[in-house]
């Protein structure tokens, strides 16, 4: 269906309904998501993504989605209750991998792919891990992953001076593993290593990757 018709129907639905309930606007988008970019690490002269059959991608919540989680809105955790937290991962479980973004990744998030930490006490780690599943190993380097998903700033109540960011703290945050679970790969180094969640893919943390 073309742009054009698209917004007849639109349209001429607004127009059925305005003696009803009138025509309501589409809803804000609250929850966005960052990306990595993945490339071949440097002297690495052997395709060290062959053989790949998930990439496990780990980033620290900095301190607007620390808070948020953990103070200002504990019901959207992936623990909270189901029809809110659990249901925004579960509708980002597929949106992380059919977003339309330029080189996106081919990939799915199976159930179970999230693992969301939230320890403010004691040995502190605030931290969103996700699995992904990709059919085309060959098909990663130079690619992006979306991560996510998380409040953008302007719903995530930030402090001043605060935005809404994800970090890639460690090589082992970013890794990859074969079939049976052994790891071939991770970050070598890794640069712009803040990635602001937003719905467009822009600024991407960038990882240079290396067989392990």
């Known amino acids: 269906m073309n742009a054009k018709l698209r917004g007849l129907l639109v349209i001429a639905g607004c127009m059925a309904s305005v003696l009803t309930l009138g025509c309501k606007e589409e809803e804000a ?11 071949r690490g440097e002297g690495v002269d052997v395709d060290p993504f ?56 081919e990939c799915e998030i199976a159930e179970g792919g999230f693992q969301q930490t939230l320890m403010d006490t004691g040995l502190k780690a605030n931290k969103l891990a996700i699995t992904y599943r990709t059919p085309d190993p060959q098909g ?3 690619r992006v992953v979306l991560w996510g998903p998380a409040p953008l700033t302007e719903y995530a109540e930030c402090a001043t001076g605060e935005s809404s960011f994800a ?12 079939k049976d679970g052994n790891v071939l790969w991770q970050a070598q180094s890794f640069r712009d290593e803040r990635g602001k969640i937003d719905s467009k893919g822009s600024g991407c943390i960038k990882a240079a990757i290396e067989p392990s």
């Open 29 to 39: 988008e609250e929850f966005g998501f960052t990306c990595l970019q993945l490339s």
């Open 50 to 105: 062959k053989g790949t059959y998930e990439m496990i991608v780990t980033l620290n919540y900095e301190p607007c989605l620390i808070n948020y989680y953990t103070k200002k809105h504990p019901e959207m955790r992936l623990d909270g209750p189901d029809d809110m937290g659990p249901a925004v991962f579960e509708e980002w479980r597929t949106r992380l991998c059919s977003e339309n973004v330029p080189m996106r990744v």
């Open 140 to 142: 990663i380097a130079g």
């Open 167 to 178: 970090k890639l703290s460690t090589v082992s945050g970013v890794v990859g593993r074969d």
